[in-house]
């Protein structure tokens, strides 16, 4: 029985550690701030969120499907402003020479949303890494470009891995040290 014990102790502790892991990992320009998923651009910020069967995000997106991003802008004056907002598939490092056109698989075109809400509905058909890029050029020839990776589907981050191997190492210590 003692065994079990130990096992559920540090199976437990492994799940947690994971899920705080993915919890706090912030991703690029976004940052999660009091339950709330801020992305700088520039001087100014935004509120980001996306959705899946009215399930609320922010940054990773647990499965492949309709999803549904949000930006609203924190300041009035970015009302003002010409946004676009795309989403690439994230090719890695190294590979600039790859045309942000030919990675590109959603995207809104610039233009001023006087409402201050951008919002982009997509249809990821594969899980995966991704890049969303947001672009705001102000009324006086400033620009700025945010950018944020996110995977869609779960996966385990690679700090992840160490943290199971350890659960496992201390399972097998807990098991068969000597009473």
């Known amino acids: 029985m003692r065994f079990w014990r130990y096992i559920a102790l540090t199976t437990a502790v492994f799940i947690a550690l994971v899920w705080l892991d993915s919890e706090s990992h912030a991703h690029g320009a976004l940052t999660l701030n009091r339950r709330l998923c801020l992305l700088k651009v520039g001087p100014d910020l935004m509120y980001f969120s996306a959705y899946q069967s009215a399930k609320k995000f922010c940054e990773d997106v647990p499965a492949a499907g309709e999803t549904i991003f949000t930006m609203d802008f924190a300041q009035e004056e970015m009302r003002n402003m010409t946004t676009d907002f795309r989403i690439v598939r994230d090719l890695g490092e190294g590979d600039e020479q790859t045309s942000l056109d030919a990675v590109t698989i959603a995207y809104l075109p610039p233009r ?3 409402t201050g809400t951008v919002t982009l509905r997509h249809y990821f058909a594969d899980a995966g890494d991704y890049v969303g890029i947001v672009r705001v050029e102000g009324t006086h020839g400033e620009h700025w470009t945010a950018r944020f990776p ?15 191997a350890a659960a496992v190492v201390v399972d097998l210590l807990l098991c068969f040290w000597p009473k």
């Not at 996110?150 to 199971?164: E, I, M, N």
């Open 150 to 164: 996110f995977t869609v589907g779960w996966r385990l981050r690679p700090r992840a891995y160490y943290l199971l």
């Open 112 to 114: 001023i949303y006087p």
